[in-house]
């Protein structure tokens, strides 16, 4: 394995001394075959101990290492430095506040996961005496991807709409709830369906489908949002115009 | 220990104007939202000849001939051109919103994306066949 210099153009912010952040050079020896993630932790451990980011896992489990690499939302850990020309330049995710360094304000996030109630809801209550709650294949295909979301929340740094309406639910809650729509042991659409069929909701989202570009995952929030729209307009003519039709 | 900690999250505001200039996936999204302009231009115009029709042969007979003039075919060919990619770039996205489970396994992005583009075709074949094109 050989090593060479790489330079990282990093965004530093201290909230005790600076008013505004600004970008900061380093020159470090990596390996050929790491990550950024791993360049970060050689600035960290060999050039300036003061440098703030979050991580944990290291291999694209975790969803704590998200951040802009030259401009585009990344996990720090799947993003390899052979792939990059000149400097690579690292900066919080976007859209999100800078509480220091690449260490952002995730509150947001957090609360908006919490209001669209991503946990099964089951439509009938059972004892654990009469068994599991049965599945099919097909039934668990028809929701699986939107499993594995990490919550990394790329999605949100690359959503112009979060950017510009932060009151915007996004687009990994949105489809968190749709996974657990889509569910056939849940039954807990209707409540979901205050939070996320609202104007905050999926109707701030108008399709950029940017979110589905950088998510690590290849959950495809942008398909999760599509599907709420269409399935929320026929509630509304359901409602509508067919009054008697049970939903 | 013992050193409190002071917080003053710094937010970076969003340029409200110039946003999709940062990445080209937003130029992309922006080329798909401008074009529908075209779609909506070309319905006005649609309106206005059903407007001269209603007015008589003459008023209508120099619609037409309206619609023969240099500036005219212009904007025709850039409305379809835009009207096109339009359409285009909304059916490449159909399997995202309308994705069709046939047991265990999802139909192809494909055929659904070809249902859209078999649909538009059939029914512009039909739309000439009634203006007697064939």
Known sequence: ?247 | MGEKMSRKPYVREVPKYSWFFRRPRYMRYMAREVTCIFIGAYTLLLLVGVMRLSQGQAEYEAFLAALRSPVSVVFHLLALGFSVYNTATWFNVTPKALPVQIGEEFLPGGVITGAHYLGWAVLSLAVLLMAGVF
């Open chain 1, 1 to 247: 394995m050989s090593e060479r210099v790489y330079q990282l153009e990093v965004l530093r912010y201290h909230p005790e001394t600076d008013s505004e952040p600004h970008f900061q050079r380093y020159s470090v020896s990596c390996e050929e075959e790491w990550v950024v993630l791993d360049a970060l932790n050689r600035i960290k451990e060999t050039i300036d101990p003061t440098l703030s980011y979050r991580w944990s896992c290291h291999m694209a489990v975790c969803g704590s290492c998200g951040m802009m690499i030259n401009g585009e939302p990344m996990l720090a850990c799947k993003s390899f430095l052979r792939d990059y020309q000149g400097v690579i330049r690292v900066e919080p995710l976007a859209h999100f506040p800078i509480e220091r360094d690449l260490v952002t304000v995730i509150d947001d996030f957090m609360d908006k996961f919490k209001r669209v109630k991503p946990y099964l809801i089951p439509k009938h209550e059972k004892p654990v005496s009469e068994g599991e709650y049965l599945q099919s294949p097909a039934q668990l295909k028809k929701f699986k991807q939107y499993t594995m979301c990490i919550n990394c929340m790329l999605c949100y740094a690359a959503c112009p709409e979060y950017g510009l309406i932060p009151k915007f639910l996004g687009p990994a809650a949105i489809s968190m709830a749709h996974r657990y729509n889509q569910d056939s042991r849940d039954g807990g659409r209707d409540e979901r369906q205050e939070e996320i069929a609202t104007t905050e909701g999926v109707w701030e989202c108008s399709f950029v489908g940017a979110c589905s570009e950088v998510c690590p995952e290849h959950v495809d929030p942008a398909s999760a949002l599509q599907q709420v729209k269409i399935k929320s307009t026929v509630d509304w003519y359901k409602e509508h115009l067919m009054p008697w039709v049970k939903k």
